[in-house]
T-cell receptor, first 111, second 117 residues
Framework: EDKVVQSPLSLVVHEGDTVTLNCSYEVTNFRSLLWYKQEKKAPTFLFMLTSSGIEKKSGRLSSILDKKELFSILNITATQTGDSAIYLCAVETGGSEKLVFGKGTKLTVNP | DTEVTQTPKHLVMGMTNKKSLKCEQHMGHRAMYWYKQKAKKPPELMFVYSYEKLSINESVPSRFSPECPNSSLLNLHLHALQPEDSALYLC????????????????FGAGTRLSVL
């Protein structure tokens, strides 16, 4: 059975801290790994990773994939209160349109 | 533009009512999805339409009936729902899997918050 595991499930930090969110997976026929940010409603797309070792970066957020060890990390530097959200990791498996989601990491950034 | 529009934003219905959720995208995407999300849980896939044809039904009860009138629209018809069906219903769309694009980003709408009384 395909599985995506995120850790930690919950994290509380102060503004300015750097955080690392983890996502490990066991799936058949890996195609891509996606990170989403979910505040109150719609998950919003952050990154799609398909190749190992290539860092994707957007402002203070960055992410990298290790296909040998089957995990990805999402880094957020100089956190702000607006980064407070649930961060979802999902893996797309080849041959279907399905995304397998992890349970998410709830990040709280306190002022 | 990566917008997926869902209406209504909120819906309260009784167990004997019939209602519909609507989803629209104008990105030329050929795959559209319905997800159900309960509080503090990740989205759970319900249905997938690819090129306006139902390609995946995740054993969803028949009181949920999807419809794809054209490539831009996706409906979810609701009938005789139960209180446990109360949840956030998310629609998403993506480029077609068969397009040869490696990786397939799903873009989500803001969802419909459904309460069944």
């Amino acid at each position: 059975e395909d599985k995506v595991v995120q850790s930690p499930l919950s994290l509380v930090v102060h503004e300015g801290d750097t955080v690392t969110l983890n996502c490990s997976y066991e799936v058949t026929n890996f195609r891509s790994l996606l990170w989403y940010k979910q505040e109150k409603k719609a998950p919003t797309f952050l990154f799609m990773l398909t190749s190992s070792g290539i860092e994707k970066k957007s402002g203070r957020l960055s992410s990298i994939l290790d296909k040998k060890e089957l995990f990805s990390i999402l880094n957020i530097t100089a956190t702000q209160t607006g980064d407070s959200a649930i961060y979802l990791c999902a893996v797309e498996t080849g041959g279907s349109e399905k995304l397998v989601f992890g349970k998410g990491t709830k990040l709280t950034v306190n002022p | 533009d990566t917008e997926v529009t869902q209406t209504p934003k909120h819906l309260v219905m009784g167990m004997t009512n019939k209602k519909s959720l609507k989803c629209e995208q104008h990105m030329g995407h050929r795959a559209m999805y319905w997800y159900k999300q309960k509080a503090k849980k990740p989205p759970e896939l319900m249905f997938v339409y690819s090129y306006e044809k139902l390609s995946i039904n995740e054993s969803v009860p028949s009181r949920f009936s999807p419809e794809c009138p054209n490539s831009s629209l996706l409906n979810l018809h609701l009938h005789a729902l139960q209180p446990e069906d109360s949840a956030l219903y998310l629609c998403a769309s993506s480029q077609d899997q068969e397009a040869g694009v490696r990786g397939n980003i799903q873009y989500f709408g803001a969802g419909t918050r459904l309460s069944v009384l």
